[in-house]
């Protein structure tokens, strides 16, 4: 066979490839009215000028000197595991 047919041939084929791709694109890819269009980037919100914070004194003295916890020794067991002691 000689190279410039084998060229055409493969030129043909590939032409053929791009036409069916491009067939099958606009047979299965085209949008219908009945179906909803995917919505756009959504806008970045407004920025604001109003004061995000406020300034207060702090207190002179901690509120709190000592943490103590509210429960004192082991925490209770459960019902279904007083038995296994």
Do not use: H, R
């Amino acid at each position: 066979m000689n190279t410039s047919k084998v060229k055409v041939a493969a030129a043909t084929a590939g032409a053929t490839g791009v036409l069916a791709m491009g067939a099958l694109t606009v047979a299965f890819g085209g949008s219908s009215a009945a179906e909803p269009s995917t919505p756009g980037p959504v806008p970045p919100p407004e920025p604001t000028l109003a004061e995000t914070s406020t300034e207060t004194t702090p207190p002179t003295t901690p509120t709190t000197t000592i943490a103590e916890p509210t429960i004192k020794g082991p925490a209770p067991l459960p019902p279904e595991q007083e038995d296994a002691l």
